[in-house]
């Protein structure tokens, strides 16, 4: 039995391996070629030089900082992604508490609601939700590409599952011995729902940090555009240097992997409990 168990765990460790070099290999690729020199970018990929490379330097990196403001793009990314995670956890967190453990009239026809905005694309609403921030003559800042994803489906959906899998009895005690709505919240759920919001933040880190369509239509000046429209401005910059290039997507991708791995534990745990797969 152990001997016929084997091959089929073997099997799986394989295909994993294998899928997983297929989707690392591009990510290697990019790193290793931000730091080759730009006239054997191009020519060694496809060798084994274009993973192992023979000339290393940092001739790339700096040639970014020369060529645009990247300090700047990275500042409004930050800026931005931090209004929408920190703002949204505080909006998200509450509404996903009140469809899971209250009891209000209307609240299946809103947890339907939030359903429903789950499947409908952003491009879908793009030009509607433009034509209305336009009539309000607010265009061309941090706030105009943050606030309308504040309040966003997923987060609470996301935070609705992981209510419902926690224990009433925490929060039975808490109305025991006084505590109201806010005050069980903040003091009993909050802390233990720490990875749900480092779940949370992380998918909607990930999700908006790559952000491209509405920062292209509200923004005008290079003053407030963030990492993705920086990188496709770039991109356009005479000579075309694909050494630039990858640098320049190496530390656009950098900040959300450190804040990935520094909560992967945490996202891990909330993953599970709010049983998204």
Same mark, same amino acid.
């Given at each position: 039995?152990?001997?016929?168990?084997?091959?089929?765990?073997?099997?799986?460790?394989?295909?994993?391996?294998?899928?997983?070099?297929?989707?690392?290999?591009?990510?290697?690729?990019?790193?290793?070629?931000?730091?080759?020199?730009?006239?054997? &970018?191009?020519?060694?990929?496809?060798?084994?030089?274009?993973?192992?490379?023979?000339?290393?330097?940092?001739?790339?990196?700096?040639?970014?900082?020369?060529?645009?403001?990247?300090?700047?793009?990275?500042?409004?990314?930050?800026?931005?992604?931090?209004?929408?995670?920190?703002?949204?956890?505080?909006?998200?967190?509450?509404?996903?508490?009140?469809?899971?453990?209250?009891?209000?009239?209307?609240?299946?026809?809103?947890?339907?609601?939030?359903?429903?905005?789950?499947?409908?694309?952003?491009?879908?609403?793009?030009?509607?939700?433009?034509?209305?921030?336009?009539?309000?003559?607010?265009?061309?800042?941090?706030?105009?590409?943050?606030?309308?994803?504040?309040?966003?489906?997923?987060?609470?959906?996301?935070?609705?599952?992981?209510?419902?899998?926690?224990?009433?009895?925490?929060?039975?005690?808490?109305?025991?011995?006084?505590?109201?709505?806010?005050?069980?919240?903040?003091?009993?759920?909050?802390?233990?729902?720490?990875?749900?919001?480092?779940?949370?933040?992380?998918?909607?880190?990930?999700?908006?940090?790559?952000?491209?369509?509405?920062?292209?239509?509200?923004?005008?000046?290079?003053?407030?555009?963030?990492?993705?429209?920086?990188?496709?401005?770039?991109?356009?910059?005479?000579?075309?240097?694909?050494?630039?290039?990858?640098?320049?997507?190496?530390?656009?991708?950098?900040?959300?992997?450190? &804040?990935?791995?520094?909560?992967?534990?945490?996202?891990?745990?909330?993953?599970?409990?709010?049983?998204?797969?």
């Amino acid at each position: 039995m152990e001997k016929r168990a084997v091959i089929p765990s073997f099997a799986n460790y394989f295909i994993m391996g294998l899928l997983a070099f297929v989707y690392v290999t591009p990510v290697l690729f990019m790193i290793v070629g931000s730091f080759k020199p730009d006239m054997l &970018v191009l020519p060694e990929a496809g060798t084994w030089r274009g993973i192992f490379p023979v000339t290393v330097s940092l001739e790339n990196y700096v040639s970014v900082f020369e060529r645009v403001a990247f300090e700047r793009f990275m500042f409004n990314s930050a800026i931005i992604n931090g209004l929408i995670v920190g703002l949204g956890l505080l909006v998200n967190a509450p509404a996903g508490y009140a469809l899971a453990r209250l009891r209000w009239r209307g609240r299946q026809v809103a947890l339907g609601f939030v359903l429903t905005l789950m499947v409908i694309p952003f491009e879908a609403i793009a030009l509607p939700l433009f034509y209305q921030v336009t009539v309000m003559g607010w265009r061309d800042d941090y706030l105009v590409q943050a606030f309308p994803f504040v309040a966003f489906p997923l987060s609470i959906y996301l935070f609705y599952s992981f209510f419902l899998s926690m224990p009433k009895e925490l929060e039975e005690a808490a109305y025991i011995d006084g505590a109201g709505i806010f005050r069980t919240f903040f003091t009993i759920v909050v802390p233990n729902a720490k990875p749900a919001f480092a779940s949370v933040a992380i998918v909607t880190l990930l999700m908006f940090w790559g952000m491209y369509l509405w920062p292209l239509l509200v923004t005008a000046g290079p003053s407030v555009r963030p990492l993705p429209l920086g990188i496709a401005t770039f991109y356009t910059l005479p000579p075309l240097q694909w050494g630039d290039i990858l640098a320049f997507g190496v530390m656009m991708v950098m900040p959300v992997l450190v &804040v990935f791995l520094i909560f992967q534990r945490w996202f891990v745990q909330g993953v599970a409990s709010t049983g998204v797969k």
